[in-house]
């Protein structure tokens, strides 16, 4: 007893110390750390789980709550810095409640970009996983994870989907385009449109139904879609020093900070701020069967690719040290590489119906149409 109290008076001390120190760290490290993975990395077996945890818990209205809380606070979580700590915070809401059902569930994420090209064609999509498109006039899917479904919120309805550009979704956004976005943003300023209304949009856009409404999380493929996106977001946190950037405005119109509330949650945002202290005891798998996004390899054939002005202009990070990269591109990657192609665009409907900022929305786009400009012009195939 008086052990565990003079380690407890100690940690207390220390931790004001470091409080001095770092005024920003002030949770608790986490004593173990589950892996949240990419989906098609699941083991048979976990799916299995996974799959009876999601049904018991659409049984028990767990869909229609996190959608109806999705939609009510719809306004102060989109289109603002609230962007990244509140979807953090949902999404770890979610994973705790699959938790209750069974302590090993971790939710999972989609590794989008690797499906950028034709993402109608994702593994993810298919009767295996999530299932495919709609079908009949209520678009409802027949396949996958959620066939049948009836979802209850915000009225009784089939689940569905219907896959934008008449069942043919456009091309999304490759994983050097979302390289380049984490590697020149500044601040969070520059950082939120740059992911949200990029990757994030085309994703609800492109799979249209429920996934295209504000009550979103009615599709199992929005907890998919922001794990990944929280994923990019601690890419950026961790390995380009920005762990306790906040800025801009928040949804009352004053400054945010990591002291400022989560929306619904009432919690600091400090405190999602960093994975592996406090609650957030996970950590993202870096994918090495595939080695697809944002891994070595990418930076890699990037460096080795591109000259050293566009690599200053688009890859600011990589171009400070390309040398040791360039030593070990992949050349056959390299090899079997093909041309960027142009991002599809949100259409002007879904922009005022999501109450986004459409000439912000816009600058995101043509940004993107520059870059895949850029690297046609430096002659880059991508491995992607
Ligand atoms: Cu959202």
């Given at each position: 007893?008086?052990?565990?109290?003079?380690?407890?008076?100690?940690?207390?001390?220390?931790?004001?110390?470091?409080?001095?120190?770092?005024?920003?760290?002030?949770?608790?490290?986490?004593?173990?750390?589950?892996?949240?993975?990419?989906?098609?990395?699941?083991?048979?077996?976990?799916?299995?789980?996974?799959?009876?945890?999601?049904?018991?818990?659409?049984?028990?209205?767990?869909?229609?709550?996190?959608?109806?809380?999705?939609?009510?606070?719809?306004?102060?979580?989109?289109?603002?810095?609230?962007?990244?700590?509140?979807?953090?915070?949902?999404?770890?809401?979610?994973?705790?409640?699959?938790?209750?059902?069974?302590?090993?569930?971790?939710?999972?994420?989609?590794?989008?970009?690797?499906?950028?090209?034709?993402?109608?064609?994702?593994?993810?999509?298919?009767?295996?996983?999530?299932?495919?498109?709609?079908?009949?006039?209520?678009?409802?899917?027949?396949?996958?994870?959620?066939?049948?479904?009836?979802?209850?919120?915000?009225?009784?309805?089939?689940?569905?989907?219907?896959?934008?550009?008449?069942?043919?979704?456009?091309?999304?956004?490759?994983?050097?385009?979302?390289?380049?976005?984490?590697?020149?943003?500044?601040?969070?300023?520059?950082?939120?449109?740059?992911?949200?209304?990029?990757?994030?949009?085309?994703?609800?856009?492109?799979?249209?139904?429920?996934?295209?409404?504000?009550?979103?999380?009615?599709?199992?493929?929005?907890?998919?879609?922001?794990?990944?996106?929280?994923?990019?977001?601690?890419?950026?946190?961790?390995?380009?020093?920005?762990?306790?950037?906040?800025?801009?405005?928040?949804?009352?119109?004053?400054?945010?900070?990591?002291?400022?509330?989560?929306?619904?949650?009432?919690?600091?945002?400090?405190?999602?701020?960093?994975?592996?202290?406090?609650?957030?005891?996970?950590?993202?798998?870096?994918?090495?069967?595939?080695?697809?996004?944002?891994?070595?390899?990418?930076?890699?054939?990037?460096?080795?690719?591109?000259?050293?002005?566009?690599?200053?202009?688009?890859?600011?990070?990589?171009?400070?040290?390309?040398?040791?990269?360039?030593?070990?591109?992949?050349?056959?990657?390299?090899?079997?590489?093909?041309?960027?192609?142009?991002?599809?665009t949100?259409?002007?409907?879904?922009?005022?119906?999501?109450?986004?900022?459409?000439?912000?929305?816009r600058r995101v786009e043509a940004d993107a149409r520059s870059?895949?400009?850029?690297?046609?012009?430096?002659?880059?195939?991508?491995?992607?």
């Amino acid at each position: 007893m008086k052990l565990s109290a003079a380690i407890l008076s100690a940690t207390a001390i220390g931790l004001s110390a470091v409080q001095v120190a770092n005024a920003q760290q002030t949770q608790p490290a986490c004593s173990s750390v589950y892996t949240r993975k990419e989906l098609l990395s699941l083991t048979a077996s976990e799916w299995s789980l996974y799959k009876s945890i999601l049904t018991a818990m659409q049984r028990d209205g767990w869909f229609a709550w996190f959608s109806y809380l999705h939609n009510t606070w719809f306004g102060s979580i989109h289109g603002q810095s609230q962007f990244f700590p509140f979807h953090r915070r949902f999404v770890y809401e979610w994973e705790k409640t699959g938790k209750r059902y069974n302590s090993a569930f971790a939710q999972p994420y989609w590794d989008e970009m690797r499906d950028y090209r034709t993402p109608a064609s994702s593994q993810v999509l298919t009767s295996n996983w999530v299932g495919g498109n709609g079908q009949g006039t209520n678009r409802c899917v027949q396949n996958g994870l959620q066939a049948g479904w009836t979802m209850t919120y915000p009225n009784s309805h089939c689940f569905s989907r219907s896959f934008s550009n008449n069942g043919n979704p456009t091309s999304w956004y490759s994983p050097e385009y979302i390289e380049s976005v984490i590697q020149r943003s500044a601040d969070m300023t520059a950082f939120r449109p740059g992911i949200e209304y990029s990757l994030h949009g085309i994703v609800h856009l492109n799979m249209g139904g429920d996934m295209a409404q504000r009550y979103s999380p009615n599709d199992w493929i929005f907890m998919l879609h922001h794990a990944n996106l929280d994923r990019l977001w601690w890419q950026w946190q961790s390995g380009h020093n920005h762990m306790w950037t906040m800025d801009g405005p928040n949804s009352d119109g004053n400054a945010i900070s990591i002291n400022s509330n989560i929306a619904y949650f009432n919690e600091p945002i400090r405190n999602v701020m960093q994975l592996g202290y406090g609650q957030m005891c996970f950590q993202y798998s870096s994918n090495p069967i595939r080695r697809r996004n944002l891994d070595a390899s990418t930076t890699q054939k990037i460096s080795a690719a591109l000259p050293q002005d566009v690599l200053s202009e688009w890859f600011p990070d990589t171009a400070k040290s390309p040398a040791a990269a360039v030593a070990t591109v992949d050349s056959a990657v390299a090899a079997s590489g093909k041309p960027i192609p142009y991002p599809g665009t949100l259409t002007d409907d879904w922009i005022s119906k999501q109450h986004l900022d459409r000439a912000a929305v816009r600058r995101v786009e043509a940004d993107a149409r520059s870059f895949v400009d850029a690297m046609k012009k430096a002659k880059y195939n991508s491995p992607h």
